[in-house]
């Protein structure tokens, strides 16, 4: 085992217990998040319906999408400084009402622009979440756990998605547009009224200390102190470059392009979005543990993610016959799996290069990486496939440019981040040196 390895084993003073307490409660704000992946992916199984109920063209229909992310991209700064400030309870109980009346409101839209609201509600209520979740996590379990409970949260966003592929797909086809939507917002009553109940911040004895006066240059602080960190800026361009291919494929263009590329029917076009929830739901338990075993793994395991998925996505965009064949279509959606897990990573190097008091705000500006990145990306395959005439081949083809960006940065800090982990590894052992018995 590594030097790093056998230092992040080590329980720090002052560490959370873990424990079943902490599985619990950490599972209620587990399932804030699982609700709102349910609502935010929703659209991907309803893009035909929607632009057939709202009769929009494939730019409009991506702007849907692109609204939805745009809110949540530009939230997650000042969530993470009002999940520093105000603590996780708070922030997830605003997101889950925000988010339900979004889900609610989509469910009667009776046009586009309304419908647009919705999204955008949804999606402001979506980017209180995750970065809450995170926090949760820090609070109630040892430093040690965080790559495999980071994984873990991700884990339960793909449950979530699995939900929307497979029930709410259903319910939209059984019942209708209105029924399917304002009922599955019936969840986010419920995972409101349990976390309302239950929810606890921290546990005894591990309270955070004071939060400071707040004002305006303390917020300017704030950002620069946690965006000085190579190590957050590093965890951004990690969560830009690995998200957003599986993103744009789960939250819109999935759908539309294995049926009407690939002349698949929607059943087995929907078979293959669940494949894609499936093995991201394997690879983020296997990379959490192998990043809870050995650090140094999570820029290997980063690069190697994009590198196969540029690799497949290549292959079946390239593919000479008329319609790419069913096993490289399986191939393209389980290397696609791997995206998730791959962009948690940017935590693992954020997590550590910002004290207990900033990591909110470094989490929120690590998340914005890879919805920035989903976000350009369903804008310009939109354009792209209304400039074509819907040629798939061109508009996914912006997949690569962002992937190129994406790994340029990357290589660029990773020198830095390094240097700085070193750093900070010696020195915490000088400390513990120092620390009497």
Request: proline share 5%.
């Amino acid at each position: 085992m590594s030097s790093a390895s056998s230092s992040s084993a080590v329980t720090l003073p002052g560490d959370p217990p873990g424990g079943r307490r902490a599985m619990a409660v950490w599972g209620i704000g587990v399932s804030v998040y699982f609700v709102a992946v349910i609502f935010r992916t929703s659209l991907g199984v309803a893009g035909l319906d929607a632009a057939d109920r709202f009769h929009v063209n494939a730019s409009a229909l991506s702007t849907f999408s692109i609204l939805q992310l745009l809110v949540y991209a530009g939230m997650q700064i000042p969530v993470g400084l009002l999940v520093d400030r105000l603590g996780t309870k708070k922030v997830l109980a605003i997101g889950a009402v925000l988010f339900t009346a979004g889900q609610l409101g989509f469910a009667f839209s009776p046009s586009y622009g309304t419908a647009l609201a919705s999204r955008a509600l949804l999606g402001c209520g979506d980017a209180m979440t995750f970065i809450s979740v995170l926090r949760l996590g820090t609070r109630w379990f040892p430093a040690r756990r965080g790559p495999l409970v980071a994984q873990l949260a991700g884990l339960a966003g793909m449950a979530g998605n699995l939900v929307s592929t497979l029930v709410l797909a259903r319910l939209l086809h059984g019942v209708g547009w209105t029924a399917a939507f304002a009922g599955s917002a019936l969840a986010g009553v419920v995972v409101l009224v349990l976390m309302l109940l239950f929810l606890k911040d921290h546990p005894e004895g591990h309270e955070p200390e004071p939060f400071p006066h707040q004002g305006a240059a303390y917020v300017r602080r704030q950002i620069a102190a946690s965006w000085r960190e190579p190590g957050t800026r590093l965890g951004l361009w990690v969560h830009f470059t690995t998200q957003f291919p599986a993103m744009v494929f789960l939250l819109l263009w999935g759908l539309p392009f294995l049926v009407q590329a690939q002349g698949l029917s929607r059943a087995t076009a929907g078979e293959l979005l669940t494949l894609v929830v499936l093995s991201n739901m394997v690879v983020g338990l296997v990379y959490g543990q192998i990043v809870a075993r050995h650090h140094a793994a999570r820029l290997p395991l980063a690069l190697g993610t994009v590198g196969a998925t540029a690799l497949v996505w290549a292959a079946t965009l390239a593919y000479p016959g008329e319609h790419a064949p069913m096993w490289l279509l399986v191939v393209l959606c389980a290397v696609l799996g791997a995206c998730g897990p791959a962009s948690m990573l940017g935590f693992d190097f954020a997590r550590p290069a910002n004290p207990p008091e900033r990591q909110g705000t470094a989490s929120g500006i690590t998340n914005m990486g890879g919805f920035v990145a989903s976000m350009t990306t369903l804008f310009l395959i939109g354009v792209l496939l209304d400039a074509t005439g819907d040629d798939y081949t061109i508009a996914f083809s912006g997949v690569f440019f962002l992937q190129a960006l994406g790994v340029s940065q990357i290589l660029r800090l990773r020198g830095r981040v390094a240097r700085r982990e070193r750093e900070r590894l010696v020195a915490s052992r000088v400390e513990t040196v120092h620390v009497p018995a």
